[in-house]
């Protein structure tokens, strides 16, 4: 039994440990708070051996003697703006003294940026760090509070002062009684003040710089510095006679009472990828998305911001641009380091504006939406982005040249603004992928600042490509840690079920279905294999099917390590080469893969089926199968066709199939829409090389929509279950319905270039209409149209059951009324959830109480939907980069010359977006002379002067066929495909 | 900015610094309203509450007369600044009059009604300030008040809030804590171990519930033995004074007789 106390609390202390006061909420109610505080001795203060706390400890009772300044040894204590503003220092594998985190900084980081507070505990909880959080609020002799007159920001400087001097004396006294020779306790703070108040206390004090500065990676580490702080790195020009470039931001009051009352609009802020002198805020007052037009209306919001917009008066709305400016070819003269001195920096923004300008002329005015500005950011969302630096903006390339130089990292993202940031190590950086993190960015600057955080590689080698993509899209990637291994299976690869018996646990409540015929279908070379089925025929007439799915939860327990990191993890990420597991290999690949002839525990759908594919009735078990075939989808397919098999298996296969069928009919009646979206599979020739050989499209059998439809049925099946018996917290997802605004261009495109509709007003109503969008002569046309409409919905996601209202449940796509993922719980952890939340409605195991809470589920679902937004987008990543080797090597056969047949997508003033069928990328075809822009038939007509023959209409739809290049651009050295038209007129010279 | 408070830190405290299984500072007052037969005024922290007896006298009402036993009339006032939001209770508001029979059928049970026929003991509670755990500090001030008005008792009755956040149980929530986590007030009669009072507004799992209701009838029996202590105290002050100076008013004496006919009673509890 534990041990229940009473918290006594002395009349003394009454002052410090109880607070009433009256505040005022935004909306003029008085409301009366009423806090107290207990203070207490137990507090520990984290120091190994310490004989007064006799608590646990991690720092060493010496401090840390290599510091120069400190060579009595130390620990540091950090104030919060040190966090705040340093972070990455914070994180730099080569920065680990001792040190001590505050409760009250801590606090104060969590309220001033919640990601950064995420990063601050991910790092305290580092095995390479040794950072002890004290909480010096709850320990009687720290504890402080604020007086009368002081600001919270004084109040807190003083508790960690205060904290700062207690741990100086309660530091043990060594042999010699000295107190030269004691380690010291140093207070690091860019603030100078509170510098002089700690030393004038007799306290040590650095700034971060300083210290840095005597550390012995000084040179790597000073880079990682970000650039600001009281040290006043070098005032080199007059930073007065800078003339602001932006208006400033608002005050956070006004602008969030301007957001309350609805003159200001929230949202945030998608930069354009075509135009990055355009972007665009969604806010539920608008049905369109509210335009900001121009640098000086964007206001250095950067892509993924929370942002205040100011909508203009309606006579000053615009429609946004249809010309491709990009942010290199208009920018490449400007100079990093003297971008901010007015002469060039007029000419810079001349061009701006000239491009700007020349696009306003023709736009429609039925294409007019809100137009507005940016008057201040409510939330920064910066992180670290991938960049390479741009060769150009370099004063010298001089290898030996350590000189500090100013120059712009450009992010391989289009949708990110060029970076200023200084750095020593310019020249060896150049032709790296580096990440870099934007610091600030003032009105002063046109561009953002920031500094290097750490170099992944040479550009275009594999290893740092596939890194940075993984940091790019923010995948977990490191190896799994002892903690997390040690929570499988003692025996290891050797772990088989034990022999049926009563005794055995594996057994307990488990049904044998190891005579069953059961067999997996799934691609070639699949190693995790999740799924496997079988069906037989019942004497009463009805058929039996039944689906088995890896018993992951069996081997997953709640909130163990493993578990934890599957959650943060989310999902399993595939990229051409690579996979990144969401659970360690032992699971995925043997202990939980459903190979064939060997036992495995399985979580068993089985359905009683009518030959009309009605479900009887449906039931679910834990239970043990052996698999008898893994077949690919080939593989399955032939058997199936191949009249002369008669065994059960391919019975059993026959079987599924006719029932497949049927499933699908019925879900295309009640209105399930068939989508597209491109898919290529990259062949690589052996796995030494990974070099690719070939691109081909993903060619879908019937096999395939046999597997399909079973899953479907498995998990809708699933979803009712748990949603019956956890009405609160059932892990479930949905598939909201597009706005109908959504298809509006798709719709006028598919109207006047192909005199064509599309029914927009249910899932079923499109489609219908998306099967009629047939060009007779161009098969390929109604696959495009799909890929489109694709293109306008809204992505699916996990959601809570109790968080949504009931009539939100549906899943638009597949057109039912509630599914849930059951079907791969080795590589997503949404599955894992929905096998706990089966197993305890069928009372095979307890539901864990995390399972019960409904904050908790939602917890972990918005973790593991934008897990599964980056994994994919991760995905499609790799795919282009290989389609671009491989288009390398393909240049490099045929003489540079690769030509493809294309689709015109979209149509600008300056160009045309192309999509290459074969390959499934899409590219840009640019024109530099003048042509022919119709913005209401969606064409470019080239003129007969530039062709020399006649004029060359081309418009949305049209099949062009493109040469497709890949130039290595001068600036970032970085491979990039470029596209020209071959037909129906060379635009090479255009 | 609620959610920006964390209601249990990774270094396991609470956000007022206590741990999980401690409960907040109690203080009890005997005696605060000479006018009643018997009052007490329990503090749980900031919580804050005083309930006066009266009786038990003779039933005014003739229909609320039961024959065979004394009727318990409870009533209930919240001061209106005693919460965070100013808010006037009147007596008829539904959260109050269901406050008021919550614990008169907490008490009913434990008071010997049955020694006074056709009479009427009231209950009068007066909620001064709210910071969580109200009803544990009426019941348990309740209790005491009862004790001091000598009204014979089966059994002490002591209530604590349970929570859970995630799955860690804390004991004796603030008002923070219960907007934030689901929690339950159990109530407990020490000697006997029986339960006489289980509320549970929000949802809980019953496997949590399990768990929580355990821990508060521990805690119940930690504060059983200060509030027997509490009530020791008082009486040794009273025959002190019936000692020292025997010119108590009647009222006091009246008390203090009771008191000294309750004590031999309260020691085997
Ligand atoms: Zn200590």
Redesign the pocket.
């Known amino acids: 039994m534990v041990d229940i106390t009473i918290k006594k609390r002395s009349q003394t202390d009454a002052v410090v440990t109880q607070r009433k006061f009256f505040k005022k909420t935004a909306r003029g109610k008085v409301i009366k708070v009423l806090r107290e505080r207990y203070l207490r001795d137990d507090v ?4 190994q051996d ?1 004989q ?2 006799q ?1 646990p400890g991690m720092l060493p009772s010496a401090g840390e003697s290599a510091h120069p300044s400190f060579s009595t040894g130390h620990f540091v204590l950090p104030d919060t703006n040190v966090f705040l503003s340093q972070m990455d220092l914070m994180e730099s594998n080569l920065f680990s003294p001792p040190t001590i985190l505050l409760q009250t900084v801590l606090d104060e980081v969590r309220h001033r940026s919640l990601p950064l507070y995420n990063r601050l505990k991910a790092l305290a909880k580092a095995d390479d760090k040794r950072i002890w959080i004290f909480y010096n609020e709850y320990r009687s002799e720290t504890a402080i509070i604020r007086e009368e007159g002081e600001t919270p920001n004084d109040r807190n400087d003083r508790g960690i002062r205060k904290a700062t001097s207690w741990y100086q004396s ?1 530091l043990p006294r060594g042999r010699s009684a000295s107190p030269s020779h004691q380690p010291k306790v140093v207070l690091l703070t860019d603030d100078a003040a509170n510098r002089r108040k700690a030393e004038a206390e007799g306290l040590a004090a650095s700034s971060v710089r300083r210290y840095v500065e005597g550390m012995k990676d000084a040179t790597q580490l000073l880079d990682v510095l970000v650039s600001v702080g009281d040290d006043a790195i070098e005032p080199t020009r007059a930073v007065a006679a800078r003339s602001a470039l932006y208006s400033e931001y608002l005050p956070t009051a006004t602008v969030l009472a301007g957001v309350k009352s609805g003159q200001l609009h929230q949202g945030h802020f998608n930069a354009n990828a075509y135009n990055y002198l355009e972007g665009s805020v969604n806010v539920p007052a608008f049905a369109k998305p509210i335009l900001l037009v121009g640098r000086e209306n964007m206001n250095r919001a950067v892509n993924g911001d929370v942002v205040a917009v100011e909508v203009f008066d309606e006579t000053e709305w615009k429609a946004p641009a249809d010309e491709v400016i990009d942010q290199e070819s208009t920018l490449k003269n400007d100079d990093a380091e003297d971008s901010e001195e007015e002469g060039e920096g007029e000419e810079v923004l001349g061009q701006e504006k000239k491009a700007l300008r020349s696009d306003e002329k023709a736009r429609p005015p039925s294409e007019k939406q809100p137009t507005g500005r940016v008057v201040g950011i409510i939330k920064r969302n910066w992180r670290a982005y991938v960049c390479h630096i741009d060769t150009a903006s370099l004063s010298t390339t001089l290898p030996t040249s350590l000189s500090q130089q100013t120059v712009f990292a450009t992010p391989v993202s289009r949708l990110l603004p060029r970076i200023r940031l200084r750095t020593r190590q310019a020249p060896q950086l150049l032709a790296q992928k580096i990440l870099v993190t934007i610091d600030r960015w003032p009105a002063t600057a046109r561009y953002p600042e920031g500094h290097f955080v750490r170099a992944l590689g040479r550009a275009e080698s594999k290893d740092a490509e596939q890194e940075s993509l993984l940091l790019e899209f923010d995948v977990p990637y490191r190896p799994f840690g002892r903690a997390i291994l040690a929570c499988l299976p003692v025996e290891g690869e050797g772990w088989v079920v034990p022999p049926k018996s009563a005794a055995a646990p594996e057994w307990r409540d488990r049904e044998d279905l190891r005579g069953l015929t059961i067999c997996s279908i799934d691609p070639p070379g699949c190693q995790d294999i999740d799924d496997a089925l079988h069906a037989r025929q019942l004497p009463n007439g009805n058929i039996e099917a039944g689906v088995h799915i890896a018993d992951v939860s069996h081997f997953v327990l709640p909130d163990n390590p493993m578990d934890s990191e599957a959650a943060a993890r989310g999902t399993t990420v595939y990229l051409v080469d690579k996979r990144i597991d969401m659970l360690p290999s032992l699971l995925g690949t043997n202990l939980c893969s459903l190979r064939p002839h060997v036992e495995r525990l399985a979580f068993s759908v089985i359905w009683e089926l009518s030959p009309d594919a009605e479900i009887v009735n449906v039931r679910f078990t834990k239970s043990v199968i052996a698999s008898k075939a893994a077949f690919t989808y080939d593989e399955a397919q032939l058997r199936k066709d191949d009249v002369h098999m008669r065994d059960e298996l391919t019975q059993s296969i026959r079987l599924l199939n006719s029932l497949a069928i049927k499933l699908k009919a019925g879900r295309m009646a009640a209105g399930a829409l068939n989508l597209a979206s491109p898919e290529v599979k990259i062949h690589l020739d052996s796995s030494e090389s990974s070099d690719p050989i070939e691109v081909e499209q993903k060619e879908l059998r019937e096999t395939n929509s046999l597997v399909e439809e079973f899953m479907l049925l498995a998990n809708i099946s699933v979803a009712k279950k748990i949603q019956d018996t956890f009405p609160q917290t059932a892990v479930l997802r949905r598939h909201l319905p597009p706005p109908r605004t959504n298809f509006e261009k798709l719709q006028d495109i598919l109207k006047k270039r192909k005199g064509m509709t599309l029914d927009v007003s249910s899932s079923g109503a499109l489609a219908a209409s998306l099967d009629k969008c047939i060009d007779p002569k161009e098969p390929a046309f109604n696959t495009l149209v799909r890929i489109m409409a694709t293109r306008c919905m809204l992505s699916a996601e996990y959601f809570c059951s109790g968080s949504v209202s009931r009539d939100t449940f549906g899943h638009y796509g597949l057109a039912t009324p509630i599914y849930t993922h059951f079907t791969s719980p080795i590589r997503r952890y949404a599955d894992v959830l929905a096998h706990r939340q089966l197993a305890a409605s069928i009372a095979h195991a307890p539901l864990h109480p995390s399972l019960h809470s409904k904050s908790h589920v939602e917890r972990v679902l918005d973790v593991v939907n934008r897990r599964h937004r980056m994994a994919q987008m991760a995905g499609r990543a790799s795919v282009e980069f290989y389609v671009g080797l491989a288009l390398k090597a393909r240049g490099e056969r045929e003489q540079g010359l690769v030509q493809e047949e294309a689709f015109v997508i979209r149509t600008f003033r300056n160009g045309l977006n192309v999509f290459v069928f074969k390959l499934g990328i899409e590219g840009l075809v640019m024109f530099k002379r003048e042509i022919k822009f119709d913005v209401d038939n969606y064409t470019v007509t080239i003129p007969a002067e530039l062709t020399g023959k006649s004029d060359a209409t081309i418009a949305v739809f049209d099949k062009v066929t493109v040469n497709i290049e890949i130039e290595k651009d001068k600036n970032t050295q970085r491979g990039k495909v470029k596209m020209t038209l071959a037909k129906p007129v060379d635009s090479r010279n255009l | 900015m609620a959610s920006r408070i964390e209601i249990l830190n990774d270094g396991g405290f609470r956000s007022d610094g206590r741990k999980q299984y401690e409960l907040r500072d109690i203080s009890f007052d005997l005696s605060p309203q000479s006018s009643a037969d018997g009052s007490a005024s329990v503090s749980h922290g900031l919580t804050q509450v005083v309930v006066s007896v009266f009786g038990p006298r003779e039933a005014k009402m003739r229909r609320e007369t039961i024959h065979d036993r004394a009727n318990i009339n409870v009533e209930v006032n919240v001061a209106p600044f005693s919460a965070g939001e100013r808010r006037r209770r009147g007596r008829g508001d539904k959260r109050i009059l269901e406050f008021g029979s919550i614990i008169k059928s907490t008490f009913e049970p434990v008071i010997q009604t049955s020694l006074y026929p056709r009479s009427q003991i009231d209950i009068y509670v007066q909620i001064l300030q709210q910071d969580g755990g109200v009803l544990q500090a009426c019941v348990n001030a309740t209790t005491l008040a009862l004790a001091s008005a000598g009204i014979p008792l089966l059994d002490f009755v002591c209530a604590v809030t349970g929570g859970v956040h995630s799955t860690s149980p804390l004991l004796d929530l603030t008002t923070l804590e219960e907007n934030d986590v689901p929690h339950v007030t159990v109530a407990v009669m020490p000697r006997t171990g029986k339960v006489t009072l289980v509320t549970m507004e929000t949802r809980l799992h019953v496997d949590r519930f399990e768990e929580i209701f355990r821990l508060a009838c521990e805690a119940g029996k930690v504060l059983h033995k200060e509030m027997r202590a509490a009530v020791r105290e008082r009486t040794g002050v009273l025959v002190a004074a019936i000692g020292a100076a025997p010119r108590g008013t009647s009222a006091g004496m009246d008390a203090g007789d009771r008191d000294v006919v309750m004590d031999e009673r309260i020691d085997d509890y």
């Open positions: 520990p203060c984290g120091i310490c007064a706390c608590g309660h």
